[in-house]
């Protein structure tokens, strides 16, 4: 029992011209039965924040709870959102915490940063942050999506292209996997509009 | 048609279905390699039983070649999981043969990870006298369902119709678009009101 590979997950970020997009897949399966195909991996801390979590369901939901939570206090006390910098240590620490009994998820964080920067890391489970400039995956179907995105990407896409190259890098490397797929999730974020887009991908 | 090394999809469309020869079909689920070469061995001594009785060898003759081929095996690690469709004299045979040596006669299976699916719909809408139309519409609508349940099925599902002169490939559709075909995507809300808009 491969605990990674019990739900399975497909998760990518990537970088353009202002803007980011992350994307995941929408499979939730019990190794290789489909249960849904509606899973949320991906979520709003707030408008210029997101985070995908990839790896075992359980973990991804309830430690979405708990960062939801931890940004909450955060805005009362400091009465403002939090920097994609600041949350990315902070999702690192939570996890590093339990370093001897770890969540067993894989986060990916993408925001817009001061002067509507994007920023993208991505971390495993026990925290440890890798910076990216281009594009950051995770998940079962990673090592396709690694090939996909380097062939793929381009920098300094605008907002529709970047939605087309992530759309097409996300699906190529899912149908490759079996544990992920069954439809596309994506969120392309630029400082003015925030736009989510479901895609229609094989359902085998 | 999937193809896995353990959870890497090799290939969309290998032929799962084999032609052992005219009038006889072999599924494959298991191993691919063994299912191949044990289904291509079958035809083998199927010709050789023509050309030594001058008449063809029927559908539970051939399915017992094949089951104790498998069973002198057993133990050693084959992975066949096949059914043998055919027509003879008697008329149309069906035989499920695995890699323990277990034959048995039926009038419909399913087999590989994805069969529980496919017996959910398999079995809610058999009848024995059926018309070819409704068994087809019936066989690719279980594999669909298969499809899109188990992770290790997809690809294209393809029917073949085994009769008195043969068997004839009626259909080979890529299950993600019988996934569209059976389940459209209704237009999104504000499509609908702008059709409204227009047709006013």
């Given amino acids: 029992l491969q605990i990674f590979e019990y739900n399975g997950s497909a998760v990518v970020a990537m970088v353009g011209k202002n803007c980011f997009a992350i994307a995941s897949d929408r499979r939730l399966g019990v190794q290789l039965q489909t249960i849904a195909t509606d899973f949320q991996r991906i979520s709003k801390i707030h408008d210029r924040v997101f985070i995908a979590l990839s790896g075992l369901a359980t973990d991804v939901q309830t430690l979405y709870q708990r960062l939801v939570f931890r940004h909450k206090l955060y805005q009362l006390r400091e009465e403002r959102d939090m920097k994609p910098e600041t949350f990315a240590s902070l999702v690192s620490a939570i996890l590093y915490e339990k370093r001897f009994g770890p969540y067993l998820c894989q986060p990916v964080i993408a925001g817009l940063g001061e002067d509507d920067k994007p920023f993208i890391c991505t971390m495993d489970s026990i925290g440890a942050k890798e910076l990216a400039k281009d594009f950051v995956v995770s998940g079962t179907a990673s090592e396709s999506l690694y090939g996909a995105c380097e062939a793929m990407y381009k920098p300094d896409m605008e907002a529709e292209e970047l939605f087309e190259t992530i759309s097409q890098a996300l699906l190529s490397s899912v149908d490759r996997d079996c544990l992920s797929g069954w439809g596309g999730h994506v969120y392309v974020v630029t400082p003015t509009e925030i736009k989510e887009r479901i895609l229609k991908g094989r359902m085998d | 048609m999937f193809l896995i090394g353990f959870l890497y999809l090799a290939s969309q469309s290998v032929k799962k279905i084999i032609e052992i020869n005219p009038y006889m079909l072999g599924t494959m689920a298991g191993g691919a390699a063994d299912c191949q070469f044990w289904h291509r061995n079958l035809g083998i001594k199927c010709r050789l039983h023509e050309l030594a009785n001058k008449r063809r060898i029927s559908v539970s003759g051939a399915s017992k070649l094949l089951a104790n081929m498998l069973y002198s095996y057993r133990g050693m690690g084959l992975s066949v999981g096949t059914m043998i469709a055919g027509w003879d004299e008697t008329g149309p045979g069906l ?10 006669k039926g009038d419909r299976f399913s087999v ?29 609508r279980s594999i669909y369902h298969a499809t899109f349940r188990d992770g290790a099925s997809g690809g294209v599902a393809s029917v073949y119709h085994v009769g008195p002169n043969g068997w004839t490939k009626l259909s080979g559709d890529d299950v993600g678009e019988l996934h569209y075909h059976y389940y459209p995507v209704p237009p999104a809300i504000a499509e609908q009101v702008m059709e409204e808009a227009a047709a006013e």
Avoid: I, T
């Fill in chain 2, 95 to 104: 035989y499920y043969v695995d890699n323990e040596g277990g034959r048995l």
């Fill in chain 2, 112 to 140: 590989g990870s994805g069969s529980p699916y496919a017996y959910g719909v398999l079995d809610s809408g058999y009848k024995f006298d059926m018309s070819v139309e409704e068994a087809s519409e019936l066989a690719r």
